[in-house]
């Protein structure tokens, strides 16, 4: 699953997040920079909860919550201050 998404009203910020289920990669990055990266390859937790804190004027709290289906796929929630801000659903 990837997706961007920008956040931000005085300062914009470019977020990404890359998960390869297959492989057991994540990677977060915030405007082109990797904050977070890790490796599993077998034991992913059913959910996951990523917290990163962006802006200097602005300071915003994003939460990243990703929530693992059955087999394949997963679920990802994007808050910003604590508001539901994107959902996203696939593979």
Known sequence: MKFSLEVGEIERHLIEFDFNQLLGELRIRVNQKEVTSCVRLFNEPVTETHTLR??????????????????????????????????????
């Open 54 to 91: 962006v802006g200097e004027a602005e300071n915003l709290t994003v939460r990243i919550e990703k929530e693992r289906k059955m087999l394949f796929g997963q679920k990802c929630r994007v808050f910003v201050n604590d508001r539901l801000c994107k959902y996203y659903e696939g593979v």
